[in-house]
């Protein structure tokens, strides 16, 4: 069916204008209103004939209308005060033929009604922000002070106490040692004794970037640098921490095309985003951490010389478990605490047995191996004290074989009391084993291990998560 174009009445235009949103007024060149709609009117508390012809200034408060139909340039979403509202107002020149004749400008509040549901709305969002701003704040504060770093020996003691000396220095630090021996609480702790704690502390795990983004989440990104960018750019990471500390863990993980920009982000102390013209000032501090060894790698031309020297001006080597065994029974303790805590229990205690066993063990897995192992035993715990049962097979050894040799079958017995694991536990067990096992073999580089392994690098890296190696 086919219609013809025809003019619109009068009446249907301002039926169309007052069922619009937006509330218009029109003037001339002069600023003098030419038009403008009832409920505009209504919403500034005057009436249209009292409004038409009048100077657009002594009938909306705040206005800009009159400049705008002079100059002939366009202003929008500018914020109007108006009638103890604040109001989005846009206001475009009138052009017919190649010449300016006046203005038409519109406000997006048409009552007062809408206004307090706009309100509502907007505070509702300011509100969910600041959650999430406030949030955001905290996830990049420091979580940890030295008095979180547990251990009397005096191996521990010397580690602690030289870190606490350089903390209050801006040179770069390296933490090396095993996984799991607590490398990032030493690197909050430092953080937070420093003259830096009241900025940001972001932490950067190498290893979990891919290769091909390192560059933007390091140093960001400019507006359209890249199919799929985040309209308006990126910060990165760099720049969020500026006048903070930057601690780059599993940095021997870096690509060396990554190791080349964070070595001059570092000489001259400024960033360039990807897709950008110009450099960004950035004053940190580097923390960064390894279980690899970084000299080797530098023999192998897998990591850049002159990067690890400008990383390692204080190391600091943070002892393993098994080269501080007198801090195990005390260390035990105080993790049951935090775990008894975790799952509302208290009064926790461990057999003789089971400290025998703790002290046995070579403790791969360091301080995180122990936790792991202790909250296992809760989760297993019908009583107040940690038995030899409740540990892990390869925790138990010959007592273990003892017992299950030496325990009856009968029916009197049970099953129950036999030190028996659920079949996926135990799989699960067995894999983190040797994926420890691995680790242990290739100096902590998963990417070894996992050839090893026979997995890819993604499946490794999801392994490790998931049991927390």
């Not at 409740?390 to 030496?406: D, I, K, M, S």
């Not at 099953?415 to 894999?431: A, F, H, M």
Request: with cysteine; hydrophobic share 40%.
């Amino acid at each position: 069916m086919h219609y013809e174009m025809k003019r619109l009445s009068r009446s249907w235009l301002g039926e169309i204008i007052s069922l619009a949103i937006e509330r218009i007024v029109v003037v001339d060149t002069e600023g003098f209103i030419l038009y403008i709609d009832d409920a505009y009117c209504q919403f500034i508390g005057t009436r249209v004939e009292d409004a038409i012809g009048k100077p657009v200034q002594e009938v909306i408060e705040n206005t800009r209308m009159h400049i705008v139909a002079r100059t002939g340039k366009k202003e929008l979403e500018d914020i109007q005060p108006i009638n103890g509202s604040v109001m989005i107002a846009n206001r475009y020149p009138l052009i017919i033929e190649g010449e300016l004749v006046g203005a038409m400008g519109t406000v997006i509040f048409p009552n007062p009604e809408n206004l307090l549901r706009f309100n509502t709305k907007i505070q509702n969002l300011v509100e969910e922000l600041n959650f999430y701003k406030t949030k955001a704040v905290k996830e990049l504060e420091s979580k940890y002070s030295f008095d979180d770093l547990i251990g009397n020996s005096s191996t521990f003691q010397n580690v602690k106490d030289f870190a606490k000396r350089i903390s209050v220095s801006d040179s770069s630090v390296l933490l090396t040692g095993e996984s799991g021996t607590g490398k990032e609480l030493f690197a909050h702790a430092i953080h937070k004794s420093s003259l830096r704690s009241k900025f940001q502390f972001v932490p950067i795990n190498c290893s979990a970037i891919p290769k091909e983004l390192f560059e933007s989440e390091l140093f960001g990104y400019v507006a359209g640098a890249f199919t799929g960018s985040q309209k308006g750019g990126k910060k990165g990471l760099f720049e969020v921490a500026t006048n903070g500390t930057v601690f780059l863990d599993e940095i021997g993980e870096m690509p060396l095309s990554m190791q080349t920009k964070l070595l001059r982000a570092l000489q001259e102390k400024e960033i360039m985003p990807v897709g950008g013209q110009k450099t960004i000032p950035v004053d940190v501090r580097v923390i960064a951490a390894t279980n690899r060894d970084l000299e080797k790698m530098v023999e192998e031309e897998t990591f850049r010389q002159d990067l690890y020297y400008r990383l390692n001006v204080i190391n600091i080597d943070i002892p393993s478990l098994r080269e501080r065994k007198e801090d195990i029974e005390f260390l035990s303790f105080e993790l049951l605490n935090k775990l008894g805590s975790k799952f509302y229990r208290s009064g926790i205690e461990l057999s003789p047995e089971v400290l025998d066993a703790f002290q046995k063990h070579t403790w791969p897995g360091n301080v995180r191996e122990l936790e792991n192992v202790l909250e296992r035993a809760i989760n297993l715990l019908d009583g107040d004290v940690i038995q030899s049962i409740h540990l892990p097979w390869y925790l138990r050894g010959e007592e273990a074989v003892t017992r299950v040799q030496g325990d009856s079958y009968s029916e009197d017995s049970g099953l129950s009391s036999l030190p028996v694991q659920p079949l996926k536990e135990r799989l699960c067990q067995v894999e983190k084993e040797a994926i420890q096992d691995a680790l242990i073999f290739t100096n902590g580089n998963k990417v070894e291990a996992a050839k090893l392994l026979g997995i890819g690098k993604t499946r490794m890296y999801e392994k490790c998560k998931l049991y927390e190696i």
